[in-house]
């Protein structure tokens, strides 16, 4: 579940220029990479990161890889614009 919640506002300093500040937030949206069973015929069945069980690693070396990664929490943008 990913929930987002912001905030802008903005000015103008002069007539022909705008300043605008925005800044967000994420809440969850995290990947998490979970292992899955691959049955490798008549090696036998192993624990695998899924992603990567078809490639030229050992099943062992693919756990290695599984991601757990965090989203970027927050964002700030600061604008000035000049009109002529």
């Known amino acids: 579940v990913l929930f987002r919640s912001g905030f802008l506002t903005q000015t103008h300093p002069n007539p022909n ?3 605008s500040l925005s800044v967000t937030s994420t ?3 995290a990947l998490t990479e979970k ?4 049955d490798y015929g008549d090696l036998g069945s192993y624990s695998v990161n899924c ?3 078809a490639g030229e690693a050992s099943p062992e070396e693919t ?3 599984l991601v757990n990664a965090s989203p970027e929490r927050l ?3 600061l604008n000035y614009r000049v009109t002529f």
């Not at 292992?35 to 691959?38: K, N």
């Open 17 to 19: 220029s705008t300043l």
């Open 27 to 29: 809440i969850g949206g």
């Open 35 to 38: 292992p899955c069973v691959a």
């Open 51 to 53: 992603r990567l069980a």
């Open 63 to 65: 756990l290695t890889h």
């Open 75 to 77: 964002h700030l943008w």
